[in-house]
């Protein structure tokens, strides 16, 4: 599980997180979904403690991320954007590189990567130099990498972003195979990434969350495109959406009513 409480990140006078709250349950997939440079690559990265918040807390399956840092970690699976590949290594030499630094015991290796590699579709690549494999082949490593620790909880940030849309497909279905186990956090820009694959969305505008629901909850024949718009709209022109709701209202009391 992890539970984001009231987390803000300042830089100088730019405030790039503003109380940021939400939660995603065990097995969820969550979908972070905001503009670019809505704050959602700083949110992650303060998430899987890769970068200190000014105030807030974050809590990974109990464990405070900043207070029990290390602990916290351990039960993360992080793939950023870039997957930090090796280019010179083989797939299987950085798989167990990665393992190894993430405590999998030396019994445990072998069983751990070929498990991974199996998992993300890497069995026919494992012997390759990373540097050599195509965009997306460097996701499924990178993903590998990101699970070979068999961690409860999955931060994924853009996994499909570069893909052509036979890899995007293939990625899709891999996380999706994911999340029995394993509480997921997927960030994304791309609208069909979270209809497709999510069950719950968080949606951040200019560092602040406007909407967290549930897929199933959001209103009947809305489109996440609608909802995201909307959301998105109110944050950005709250004084006109509180005049259109007066109005709607307004209207409402006129039906009932009748002419006044």
Known sequence: MIEVKNLTKVYGNLVAV?????KAEPGQILGFLGPNGAGKTTTMRIITGFMPATS??????GLDIFNQSLQARRRIGYLPENPPLYADMRVNSY??????LK???????DESIEHVAKVCGLEEVIGRICGQLSKGFRQRVGLAAS???????VVLDEPTIGLDPRQIREIRSLIRGLSAKRTIVLSTHILPEVSQICDKVVIINDGRVVLEELLDKLPAG????????????????PDAAGAELELEEVGAGRTSLGPQ
């Open 95 to 100: 798989l167990r590189f990665v393992a190894k």
């Open 222 to 237: 809305s489109s996440l495109e609608d909802v995201f718009l909307n959301a998105i709209a109110k944050e950005q022109h």
């Open 56 to 61: 807030g807390t974050v809590l990974i399956d």
């Open 147 to 153: 699970l070979v620790h068999n961690p409860p909880v």
């Open 103 to 109: 405590g999998v015991p030396r019994g445990a290796l």
């Open 18 to 22: 503003n109380d940021v709250s939400f």
